[in-house]
């Protein structure tokens, strides 16, 4: 599930990213305003929505899709700031360069761009969806079986909620910890490659 939302989460983030800085005013301001909402709202709130607010519109999800999409989609905000904030870091001669090799925006975007937003933005991004990774403890609110309802159910059955608790933790340290390993072997692959 953590997987999934991740990668959602970067294809919304790099969409609205993209969105932001183009030339066409509607699609920014629909990105911005994505943005901004989905940034000042309550994770929880948010996935209450997509879970209990879209069948009013007719719009049916299992649990763990409404889940995914919930988490996906309110990442992916963060994620977007995180690429915007690395688009403008990049030297506007840099764009110029590749204006005058003959490349257009996407070209540019794709060979010259974007390898080098990717290289500044890998630990903000990795803290991202390490904060994700523990933000599907939220979706035992809707039902969705993971780690915290699974302990929960056997709380309720032990009367034991120390050990099922401190389990838990143990399992979302370790993730998180792996994520953070994944980042960092990331991180040292890009400083070689300058």
Same mark, same amino acid.
């Given at each position: 599930?953590? +997987? !999934?939302?991740?990668? =959602?989460?970067?294809?919304?983030?790099?969409?609205?990213?993209?969105a932001q800085e183009s030339r066409?005013?509607?699609?920014?301001?629909?990105?911005?305003?994505?943005?901004?909402?989905?940034?000042?709202?309550?994770?929880?709130?948010?996935?209450?929505l997509v879970y209990f607010g879209?069948?009013?519109?007719?719009?049916?999800?299992?649990?763990?899709?409404?889940?995914?999409l919930a988490l996906g989609v309110?990442?992916?905000?963060? !994620?977007?700031?995180?690429? $915007?904030?690395?688009?403008?870091?990049?030297?506007?001669?840099?764009?110029?360069?590749?204006?005058?090799?003959?490349?257009?925006?996407?070209?540019?975007? $794709?060979?010259?761009?974007?390898?080098? !937003?990717? %290289? +500044?933005? =890998?630990?903000? =991004?990795?803290?991202?969806?390490?904060?994700?990774?523990?933000?599907?403890?939220?979706?035992?609110?809707?039902?969705?079986?993971?780690?915290?309802?699974?302990?929960?159910?056997? +709380?309720?059955?032990?009367?034991?909620?120390?050990?099922?608790?401190?389990?838990?933790?143990?399992?979302?340290?370790?993730?998180?910890?792996?994520?953070?390993?994944?980042?960092? %072997?990331?991180?040292?692959?890009?400083?070689?490659?300058?």
């Open positions: 599930m953590s +997987i !999934v939302s991740i990668l =959602v989460s970067w294809l919304c983030g790099l969409a609205a990213a993209l066409w005013r509607s699609l920014a301001a629909v990105a911005r305003f994505y943005v901004w909402f989905v940034r000042g709202t309550p994770t929880l709130i948010q996935i209450f879209l069948p009013q519109f007719g719009i049916r999800m299992s649990p763990y899709v409404a889940g995914v309110n990442s992916g905000a963060f !994620v977007a700031e995180i690429i $915007r904030a690395g688009l403008v870091a990049i030297p506007k001669g840099q764009r110029e360069c590749a204006k005058a090799l003959g490349m257009g925006w996407w070209l540019a975007m $794709r060979l010259v761009i974007l390898p080098q !937003v990717l %290289r +500044i933005v =890998v630990p903000p =991004v990795t803290n991202e969806a390490i904060t994700l990774v523990k933000n599907t403890s939220l979706l035992s609110t809707i039902t969705v079986l993971e780690l915290t309802l699974f302990s929960q159910m056997a +709380i309720a059955r032990t009367f034991r909620p120390f050990e099922f608790y401190i389990a838990a933790a143990l399992i979302y340290l370790a993730l998180t910890s792996l994520l953070a390993s994944a980042a960092a %072997r990331l991180e040292r692959h890009y400083a070689l490659a300058r």
